[in-house]
T-cell receptor, first 120, second 110 residues
Framework: GAVVSQHPSWVICKSGTSVKIECRSL??????MFWYRQFPKQSLMLMAT?????????EQGVEKDKFLINHASLTLSTLTVTSAHPEDSSFYIC????????????????FGPGTRLTVT | SQQGEEDPQALSIQEGENATMNCSYK?????LQWYRQNSGRGLVHLIL?????REKHSGRLRVTLDTSKKSSSLLITASRAADTASYFC??????????FGQGTELSVKP
């Protein structure tokens, strides 16, 4: 149980275009989803936290107008990279959390397999 | 910062040996979680240890937590080539976010 999928797994786009990445919880309802970015040989950097039905909360330094996050349902969150540039090329990973699966308020997160974005 | 800091940054061992990775953090926590990431893949949750626990086992994994020193360690016993991956600790507090450190890159040679 507790599977999270991402689509696409990889995408190549031209500079200036927008790219949408989907994150789905397959067998549970994700009240909260998180979006991370990871550059090669580096750690995961938390970009934003999204709660179903409300606006995402962005981490300091992350441009909310560039990285649009929508969490319209309990099983789907999307990240849209608008007007992508080569420096946006990275590995984007989402994770999801379901309060009802948490034991003793542990709040385990389940991670998707990631989406590799290459902007040319 | 709630971020965990892993040590060492890289570790290379022979198959069959034990691997120990350490994690330090700065704030109080509710629990601390360890994850593994194979190259170019997503994260896999390995083990969670709560703040009131001192040691936890899961198969070949042993995690310890010392809240007085704000540190944790992950021990992988009898390592295998398939254990080659990056390992991250992630302290968790009531703020609800997992903030990852730089990780330890483990290489297990057959």
């Amino acid at each position: 149980g507790a599977v999270v999928s991402q689509h696409p797994s990889w995408v190549i786009c031209k500079s200036g275009t927008s790219v949408k990445i989907e994150c789905r919880s397959l067998d549970f309802q994700a009240t909260t989803m998180f979006w991370y970015r990871q550059f090669p040989k580096q750690s995961l950097m938390l970009m934003a936290t999204s709660n179903e039905g409300s606006k995402a909360t962005y981490e300091q330094g992350v441009e909310k107008d560039k990285f649009l996050i929508n969490h319209a349902s309990l099983t789907l969150s999307t990240l849209t990279v608008t007007s992508a540039h080569p420096e946006d090329s990275s590995f984007y990973i989402c994770s999801a959390r379901d309060w009802t699966l948490s034991r003793d308020n542990s709040y385990e997160q389940y991670f998707g397999p990631g989406t590799r974005l290459t902007v040319t | 910062s709630q971020q965990g800091e892993e040590d060492p940054q890289a570790l290379s061992i022979q198959e069959g040996e034990n691997a120990t990775m350490n994690c330090s953090y700065k704030t109080s926590i509710n629990n601390l979680q360890w994850y593994r990431q194979n190259s170019g893949r997503g994260l896999v949750h390995l083990i969670l240890i709560r703040s009131n626990e001192r040691e936890k086992h899961s198969g070949r994994l042993r995690v310890t937590l010392d809240t007085s020193k704000k540190s944790s360690s992950l021990l992988i016993t009898a390592s295998r080539a398939a254990d080659t991956a990056s390992y991250f600790c992630a302290p968790y507090n009531q703020g609800g976010k997992l903030i990852f450190g730089q990780g330890t890159e483990l290489s297990v040679k057959p």
